[in-house]
């Protein structure tokens, strides 16, 4: 797995044994790389940065012009077209693709390819311009390549491994806000009462993201985007900047004459608008002509607007990337901009929807109004605390000499261990972060299993040296051996990952599950998990169940099958034994209670009648 590093590692790219790498870096700091790679002879010092749309080409040369006036800076854009021999050259993909543009720069005289948003990297085009560099694998005479996003992951699964091979630098977002590198945040979370349960689901076995269509027929309503402006007027009508986020062209226009149904000045950009008219909008609302600017997916990638103080979110969504990114929008520095606030128009969670909360390993369903980066945080600290006192009260205290006072005990109780394995309502909130078939086997204890045996677990880490060392949660690897290699059927468990928070230690296992594992065996939405369960799986689970009720085919799927077997096989068995054991001890308890209140109720003498 590939962990963060220090900020100077970034500076001494040169010294590393790898040439391909990945930073997760602020947009508009890219360009400070180059002076920072040396040239790898006296002819290779040229820099080539790759960007996959205009508006990420053009910002990348302006910053470029500012940070370095001694260097010539060439355009590969549309129908400029340069020269080849510039000491940086900034180039869309599109174009440096388009006949034969991509010839005239020499690999040899090139010391470093960089890539903005580089989650894009392993699309064909991108893999073609970079085995034109002889980045195709890594070699020592080859340019380095650096990769910058703020995206670690892609939502169709494809592996970054195949053009990146080390993450040399990572700087949380939260942390980031800590800095002050980027602007703070304050969010608002509201119920939109759009029904998501009919819509679409993208990708294979429905794991992807909404169908953009679908969702629009469910969202794109007059109550839904009437609640979307009320909720902008009581909480954000004195902000300068808003831009809002839709489903689709459609919700666009609607939403747009909402907000001039109620008197304000909004105005919408979509990929359609004309340059000019696209151009002349963006002047007007970064100089603040206008208070509301309505987009769709135009926005989500390398916007320079830091002026930005709202961003309404009326489009609900299961990618985690897609939220960071609209958020991200907000978060530039800016003269003068206290915050930005965040309004998240949320839907039902049984979705499997991604909400701001999420984002800082909170329930999803958690609602939030006017709370800062802070105050998640510190309610994602008291939930922590919460569960804890909750798990403190779970378990037995050692009761000599309480003698016969009374006290309460708290537990789940569930009438067969069938009953604890049939209960999901653990695996809520993993299935928000994450499309993989995790199951939870105990608390804040979760198994992903392999084909083959090998699985995944992840667990919250309660010892002391680890939390003063500022991590909560660890990530293990327990690989299978084949029979007759060893007494046991596993290897020591490897670890994979320590990680702050919940979120990142999940991301951080489905990046290293997606490499070892089958994605269809792994994926929560496979169609053979809606399939009949096999002979086998029922014949393991009915010896859990009463003989007069016992499971038939049509009772339960394949994949619900297994995930109950893998909580059997992961403790579900001893869990239910010690909270059997628990509760004939506060049984045996309150027996001995009641005989002793009885004794001495029959020992008090009180004036009154004689009960026979």
Request: hydrophobic share 40%; aromatic share 8%; net charge positive.
């Amino acid at each position: 797995m590939s962990q963060a590093r220090s900020e100077s590692d970034s500076a001494n790219i040169k010294k590393s044994a790898f040439n391909r790498f990945w930073l997760h870096w602020i947009k508009g700091t890219n360009v400070l790389l180059i002076d920072r790679v040396k040239p790898l002879s006296e002819w290779a010092a040229q820099t080539l940065i790759l960007a996959h749309r205009r508006e990420l080409v053009e910002q990348a040369a302006r910053h470029c012009v500012q940070a370095y006036p001694d260097k010539t800076i060439e355009l590969e854009l549309g129908k400029l077209s340069a020269s080849g021999v510039a000491d940086i050259t900034v180039a869309s993909l599109q174009s440096i693709l388009s006949r034969d543009r991509l010839l005239k720069f020499d690999p040899k005289r090139f010391k470093l390819v960089l890539v903005d948003e580089a989650h894009h990297i392993v699309a064909p085009g991108y893999l073609k311009v970079l085995n034109h560099f002889g980045l195709g694998s890594k070699t020592p005479d080859s340019p380095h390549l650096v990769g910058v996003s703020a995206t670690f992951s892609r939502s169709d699964g494809l592996r970054l491994g195949a053009a990146i091979d080390e993450i040399v630098y990572h700087k949380d977002y939260v942390d980031m806000i800590s800095d002050k590198w980027l602007s703070d945040v304050v969010f608002t979370t509201v119920d939109s009462k759009a029904d998501l349960s009919a819509v679409k689901k993208l990708g294979r076995g429905g794991g992807g993201d909404f169908d953009t269509s679908s969702l629009s027929r469910a969202v794109n309503t007059i109550e839904t985007n009437d609640i979307a402006i009320r909720t902008w007027f009581a909480k954000a009508s004195g902000r300068k900047s808003t831009l809002v986020f839709c489903v689709d062209l459609d919700h666009v226009a609607a939403l747009t004459q909402r907000f001039r149904h109620y008197g304000i000045d909004a105005r919408f950009v979509t990929g359609d608008t004309p340059a000019k008219e696209r151009h002349e909008r963006l002047e007007g609302f970064k100089s603040g002509q206008f208070p509301v600017l309505v987009n769709c997916g135009v926005f989500t990638e390398g916007t320079d607007i830091p002026n930005i103080d709202c961003v309404l979110l009326a489009r609900p969504t299961r990618s985690r990337n897609l939220l960071i990114q609209m958020i991200g929008r907000g978060m530039r520095l800016h003269p003068g901009k206290e915050n930005c606030h965040i309004i998240d128009l949320v839907s039902s969670l049984e979705t499997g929807i991604v909400t701001t909360p999420t984002l800082f390993g909170l329930d999803p369903g958690e609602i939030v109004s006017n709370a800062e980066v802070s105050d998640l945080e510190d309610l994602r600290d008291k939930k922590e605390a919460e569960k804890a006192r909750a798990e403190k009260a779970r378990y037995p205290v050692d009761d000599a000499g309480l003698g016969a006072r009374g006290y309460n005990v708290t537990f789940t109780e569930y009438d067969s261990v069938f009953d604890l394995i049939s209960d999901t309502s653990g695996e809520k909130h993993i299935s928000t972060l994450s499309s993989h078939t995790w199951v939870q086997v105990g608390p804040d204890r979760y198994i992903l299993c392999g084909p083959t045996g090998t699985y995944l677990r992840l667990e919250k880490v309660e010892a002391k040296e680890a939390l003063s060392e500022g991590y909560v949660f660890e990530g293990w690897e327990i690989r299978a051996l084949p029979p007759g290699v060893t007494k046991s059927p596993f290897a020591a468990p490897r670890n994979l990952l320590r990680a702050k928070t919940f979120a990142d230690a999940v991301h951080g296992c489905d990046k290293y599950a997606t490499e070892i594992f089958p994605y269809a065996f792994i994926n929560r939405h496979a169609s053979w998990r809606r399939g009949p369960p096999t002979e086998g799986q029922l014949k393991f689970l009915n010896k859990f169940k009463a003989k007069d009720n016992q499971l038939q085919p049509s009772d339960i799927t394949k994949g619900k099958a297994m995930d109950m077997i893998t909580k059997l096989k992961h403790g579900a068995r001893g869990r239910f034994a010690n909270m059997e054991a628990e509760k004939r001890k506060v049984s045996r308890s309150n027996l001995i209670l009641e005989r002793e209140q009885a004794k001495r109720l029959g020992d008090a003498i009180s004036v009154g009648p004689v009960l026979p």
